[in-house]
Nanobody
Framework: QVQLEESGGGSVQIGGSLRLSCVAS????????NGWFRQGPGKEREAVAY????????YYADSVKGRFTISQDNAKNTLYLQMSSLKSEDSATYYC?????????????????WGRGTQVTVSS
């Protein structure tokens, strides 16, 4: 059973930065995809960024392009999301997601495994 544990959330001022981490365990696949989603109050869970472990070009939501960077350390089984130039609309619970094989796309319904989430609050 795949388990995902996020960390790194918190409160930050507008324009600030945060780095989220997600440690994965329990998987055996040689090919997989890891990603970050977020869900704000009253909103649908949306894809932020995702990347497979073969070095393919990562996906970024338009709203975060140029500000967020997804990366992974395969030796540490850890996925990162570096967030910069944060805006109030980035406030949300951020979830780590995992799926076997190629990346299933930005729909949350196509991803199989989820972490519990970490809260990010951006304010003035």
């Amino acid at each position: 059973q795949v388990q995902l544990e996020e960390s790194g959330g918190g409160s930050v001022q507008i324009g600030g930065s945060l780095r989220l981490s997600c440690v994965a365990s329990g998987y055996t696949e040689r090919s997989y995809c890891n990603g970050w989603f977020r869900q704000g109050p009253g909103k649908e869970r949306e894809a932020v960024a995702y990347i497979d472990n073969s070095g393919s070009i990562p996906y970024y939501a338009d709203s975060v392009k140029g500000r967020f960077t997804i990366s992974q350390d395969n030796a540490k089984n850890t996925l990162y999301l570096q967030m910069s130039s944060l805006k109030s609309e980035d406030s949300a619970t951020y979830y780590c997601a995992y799926d076997r094989g190629t990346c299933p796309g930005p729909s949350r319904y196509r991803w199989d495994y989820w972490g519990r989430g970490t809260q990010v609050t951006v304010s003035s």
